[in-house]
């Protein structure tokens, strides 16, 4: 894609652009209206499916064709790599479909913008305020287009040149349609025919207008102006360029602070250097090392070797709130490293050793802490089934896995904090895709109807993507087996027990009504390979004569 600034060179002042239009390349005078029209065409009362996936591409191919113009963006490795993971996520969006897929091509989306204007970024969260800065930008240097040209001679010529060059053409046209219409009966058949075709594909498209749908198709606009026009927005990667990789040495500034006496008309300071800043670092480290080894001995007691919950033991209460509590401890100590690292006590040689394995030992015992709450997570999944809290607590696991590892990177590399923000911004990245790759609904409803469960949370099944529904119907006969079959309530507090035999007519209301409506209601519109799959399991083809 041709932006303005390949024609300007270099981006005006902010208030050069409230004050002039952005100039707009030919392509991108036909393909902002025209992308604003598949927008309305492809969401307007649909679902999200494969529409999601073409409009992705048609920014991404759009986009790709200013790369010729831009070889920085070549040596992006960002740039890149957003762009594979955009393709990535548009086609698990067309194949599953799910809504950890559907974030993932959006926030994907949003990142390939952002380093597509300034490739040079090294946050991921640079890049995605980056694209929306654009927009801000963006869509107030189009208004000027909608205003209407202003009058004098200029104006009048330029109208007359149009005039000519528009009007001309169409009265010739219809003056030759009317004699062939005359010479010609079969002409004038075919012709009326095709008017009277235009005609009522009109009189649909004034029915469908309405001020909701006007306002999503103005929104669908302004999503393509923000796509489609790219202007440069360098405030993130200016604030990037003041942080570096690794920590550097500074004097009169980190560890020395200087306090004027009042007493005294010169200058004495009262200093607290570097050795009493290492004394209290090695008694945090040495204290809570003890603390935390007495915590870990007994999860590992507790939960590494033979746990069963004994009777009456209320594993949901301890799985959450030992999980929370455990979580935020991590993350406590994560950042009282970030601390005592932060400038020149990296640079104190005579106890830098002994510091570095104190923190050393301190983050390896904080492994060990997030291997007990993935057990405690495991316990609890085991006992009463998946949910997708459960999926989230290890993704969040294995993302403060990964900064533990960055933090061991900080000890004994001096790795600055702006660094470690960039690894696991892209980490962060990552696991979002690979969650976005899984079939999580499928998977949980195979899990959860397990002949070895007695409960059920029948409601939460029941609410989860339709292509889901085969695993359900596959496995309806366990129900007969559940002691405690309940639809907690639209609140999320009370609950409804239900015998198996309702739950049986449950599950046949949900497989009739979703057999009744996908032939209706679902379009190509917001087709997905995992749905449709579902419902030719259960029901066999599609019927040919599906109306939206």
């Known amino acids: 894609m041709i932006t303005s600034a390949s024609l300007a060179g270099i981006a005006p002042e902010p208030q050069a652009r409230r004050a002039h239009p952005l100039m707009l390349t030919a392509l991108q005078k036909v393909m902002v209206p025209l992308g604003a029209i598949a927008f309305d065409v492809l969401f307007w009362n649909q679902e999200v499916g494969l529409n999601l996936a073409l409009y992705t591409l048609l920014v991404v191919g759009l986009t790709l064709l200013g790369l010729t113009r831009h070889a920085a963006q070549r040596k992006s490795v960002g740039f890149w790599t957003t762009l594979a993971g955009t393709l990535l996520s548009a086609a698990l969006v067309v194949w599953l479909g799910s809504g950890a897929a559907r974030l993932a091509c959006v926030i994907s989306l949003v990142l390939f913008l952002g380093y597509r204007n300034q490739p040079q970024l090294r946050l991921v969260a640079s890049a995605l305020l980056t694209a929306l800065g654009s927009v801000t930008l963006?869509?107030?240097?189009?208004?000027?287009?909608?205003?209407?040209?202003?009058?004098?001679?200029?104006?009048?010529?330029?109208?007359?040149?149009?005039?000519?060059?528009?009007?001309?053409?169409l009265v010739i046209l219809a003056v030759f349609h009317v004699l062939f219409s005359l010479g010609s009966p079969q002409y004038a058949e075919l012709s009326n025919q095709l008017f009277g075709k235009i005609g009522?594909?009109?009189?649909?498209?004034?029915?469908?207008v309405s001020v909701p749908h006007l306002l999503f198709f103005l929104l669908g606009l302004g999503l393509t102006i923000g796509a489609l026009v790219i202007v440069p927005y360098h405030y993130f990667l200016d604030q990037e360029s003041r942080f570096g990789e690794f920590v550097r040495r500074q004097r009169d500034r980190v560890a020395s602070l200087a306090v004027r006496h009042p007493d005294f008309s010169t200058k004495k300071f009262r200093t607290l250097d570097l050795r009493k800043e290492y004394i209290a670092a090695v008694a945090v480290f040495g204290l809570?090392?003890?603390?935390?080894?007495?915590?870990?001995?007994?999860?590992?007691?507790?939960?590494?070797?033979?746990?069963?919950?004994?009777?009456?033991?209320?594993?949901?209460?301890?799985?959450?709130?030992?999980?929370?509590?455990?979580?935020?401890?991590?993350?406590?100590?994560?950042?009282?490293?970030?601390?005592?690292?932060?400038?020149?006590?990296?640079?104190?040689?005579?106890?830098?050793?002994?510091l570095r394995w104190g923190a050393t030992v301190w983050v390896v015992q904080n492994v060990v802490l997030v291997i007990s709450v993935g057990l405690r997570n495991y316990y609890y999944i085991l006992h009463t089934g998946l949910a997708y809290k459960r999926i989230g607590v290890y993704g969040f696991l294995l993302l403060t896995l990964f900064g533990l590892g960055t933090v061991l990177?900080?000890?004994?590399?001096?790795?600055?904090?702006?660094?470690?923000?960039?690894?696991?911004?892209?980490?962060?990245?990552?696991?979002?895709?690979?969650?976005?790759?899984?079939?999580?609904?499928?998977?949980?409803?195979?899990?959860?109807?397990?002949?070895?469960?007695?409960?059920?949370?029948?409601?939460?099944?029941?609410?989860?993507?339709?292509?889901?529904?085969?695993?359900?119907?596959?496995?309806?006969?366990?129900?007969?087996?559940?002691?405690?079959?309940?639809?907690?309530?639209e609140s999320g507090y009370g609950e409804t027990k239900f015998t198996p035999a309702e739950a049986h007519r449950l599950v046949k209301q949900r497989l009739a009504r979703w057999q009744e409506a996908y032939p209706r209601y679902h379009t190509w519109q917001s087709w997905t390979y995992a749905e449709a799959q579902a419902y030719e399991q259960l029901y066999g083809p599609v019927p040919a004569t599906k109306t939206p």
Do not use: C
Request: a positive charge; aromatic letters at 14%; charged letters at 15%.
């Open 409 to 489: 990177l900080k000890i004994w590399q001096r790795r600055s904090a702006f660094s470690l923000v960039r690894l696991n911004g892209w980490a962060t990245y990552a696991v979002l895709l690979l969650l976005a790759a899984g079939n999580w609904e499928v998977w949980i409803t195979r899990y959860n109807l397990q002949p070895r469960f007695e409960e059920l949370d029948l409601g939460f099944l029941l609410a989860m993507p339709e292509r889901m529904l085969p695993e359900l119907a596959a496995r309806e006969a366990v129900l007969d087996g559940m002691t405690r079959i309940i639809v907690i309530d």
């Open 138 to 169: 963006a869509l107030p240097g189009l208004l000027p287009y909608l205003r209407l040209p202003h009058g004098g001679s200029a104006g009048w010529a330029r109208t007359r040149f149009y005039g000519r060059v528009l009007v001309l053409p």
């Open 200 to 208: 009522e594909w009109l009189g649909q498209l004034l029915a469908s």
């Open 288 to 354: 809570v090392n003890v603390l935390l080894l007495v915590v870990n001995g007994l999860d590992i007691k507790l939960l590494w070797f033979g746990f069963t919950p004994r009777q009456g033991f209320n594993l949901t209460q301890f799985v959450h709130e030992g999980t929370y509590v455990l979580i935020l401890s991590i993350l406590v100590a994560m950042g009282i490293v970030l601390w005592f690292f932060r400038r020149n006590l990296n640079f104190y040689r005579k106890g830098l050793p002994a």
